[in-house]
């Protein structure tokens, strides 16, 4: 998976005591917790990722609670950020590229007069000035940097090269030889900025876009440098702040559904949730069967649909496949089988 926004700070963390895999075994190499045996849990957790944990890390933790046989996170948030991180349980991991390829919000800020390898609080400062910015000057800058623009990664990213990650390369002190790329950013504002050498932003960009890399840019053109020193994620796909679920709260809730006081299907939003931007396609039972041994179905008679491209295929209320739609025809790409927990009416009827 391509992250957005990763820094080498997932490769330098220390040991987490609070680390389920780091305490997972006693003193005595004995295990502290009998092992709970694996379910199959379909949805998303939208996680409000603390700072200071990796994404790795969050959705270790998160299938931990869940006791989930599969999870996945839709998007690397580094470990000096928080907000969003979309994690994909059981056959919600088949949704996974819809939401990587949405739009992404963040709200940052960039500390002005010091560039630092990482771009960002974890690097070695590589660049200082004792200019700082303006806002008129900075919001003049802005339009340079909204739409459709050429963006070269941070040295320490996870861009590939020949096989290695860029931030790999870096580590080793190789100069990582990284070329500018095509991203786009919807929308960027300043929203605070303050004489004592911070502004805050706001920026909507699509998939690929590194917004230590925009703080880095701008800095540059200001002749004053500067680097991300907070980051937070509001948005990814069709998950939003009011779908973000702390740790805390979940963890409580987990307790809750342990003691029989709830459920843990009330922390879950439907897999079919990933796919709002695709049309929902009604099927009877007679064609759901067919669809489900992975066969086509011709869709024929007035009622037909008259579209075509990527559908999510319902039947009675309830995802069946991902499909692609053309000449009548209905043949299916991705079938899901929802069966074990998911989530509940209440959060369904939430969204």
Not at 177 to 187: D, Q
Not at 224 to 235: K, N, Q, S
């Amino acid at each position: 998976m391509q992250p957005d926004d990763a820094s080498s700070a997932q490769l330098r963390q220390p040991r987490d005591n609070n680390d389920p895999r780091n305490n997972a075994r006693g003193k005595d190499g004995g295990n502290k917790q009998p092992r709970r045996d694996k379910r199959d849990v379909h949805g998303w957790v939208v996680l409000d990722k603390p700072i200071g944990m990796t994404s790795t890390h969050a959705v270790a933790v998160v299938k931990r609670l869940f006791s989930a046989k599969r999870a996945g996170h839709a998007g690397t948030l580094d470990p000096l950020a928080s907000g969003g991180l979309p994690i994909a349980m059981g056959e919600a991991t088949k949704t996974v590229p819809f939401v990587m390829d949405g739009r992404k919000r963040y709200r940052f800020t960039v500390a002005w007069g010091e560039e630092r390898d990482t771009d960002d609080t974890e690097g070695k400062v590589t660049q200082t000035s004792d200019i700082r910015p303006t806002a008129e000057a900075i919001r003049a800058l802005l339009p340079r940097f909204t739409g459709l623009i050429e963006q070269t990664p941070p040295q320490y990213s996870a861009i590939k090269i020949a096989g290695e990650r860029a931030y790999d390369m870096a580590r080793d002190g190789e100069i990582v030889p990284l070329v500018p790329r095509p991203v786009e950013i919807h929308e960027l504002t300043l929203v605070e900025h303050d004489d004592s050498g911070k502004s805050v932003f706001e920026a909507e960009c699509g998939k690929g876009t590194y917004v230590r890399a925009l703080a880095r840019d701008i800095g540059r053109l200001l002749g004053c440098y500067g680097h991300i020193c907070a980051l937070r994620r509001t948005l990814v796909g069709p998950f939003d702040e009011a779908d973000m679920i702390p740790l805390e709260q979940l963890q409580a809730l987990c307790d809750r559904a342990a003691s029989g006081e709830g459920s843990l299907a009330d922390a879950l939003l439907p897999v079919e949730t990933a796919l709002d931007d695709i049309p929902a396609l009604a099927v009877t039972r007679a064609d759901a069967a067919r669809l489900h041994r992975g066969q086509a179905v011709l869709l024929r008679g007035r009622d037909a649909p008259n579209t075509s491209g990527t559908v999510y295929v319902t039947v009675a209320g309830r995802l069946l496949a991902l499909a692609e739609l053309g000449n009548g025809e209905l043949i299916p790409k991705r079938v899901f089988n929802l069966s074990g927990l998911t989530a509940s009416s209440a959060r369904k009827e939430s969204i």
